[in-house]
């Protein structure tokens, strides 16, 4: 098992994505699963990052970067009706 001083590393994590979460206004015990994913990746790879391991930080985030990608609205949707 995984630990940093005497806590469990998923614990860790799991407290870091509720806390990056909150600073957005994101309350992840009233978040979908995929939301509360996400936002558990974030914090894995930010304790990678921390670390100093850009490539398993990367290496996490990988899967979930798809949920990030925000659709590009079709040109004719951004445009004004007058």
Do not use: C, Y
């Amino acid at each position: 098992m995984d630990s940093l001083a005497g806590i469990n590393f998923g614990d860790t994590v799991e407290r870091t994505a509720h806390d990056l979460a909150s600073m957005q206004g994101v309350h992840l015990a009233n978040a979908r699963p995929e939301t509360v994913r996400l936002w558990e990746a974030r914090g894995l790879a930010l304790h990678h990052l921390a670390a100093g391991d850009m490539g398993e930080a990367l290496k996490v985030m990988r899967p979930v970067r798809p949920l990030l990608a925000i659709p590009r609205q079709p040109p004719s949707a951004a445009k004004e009706t007058t």
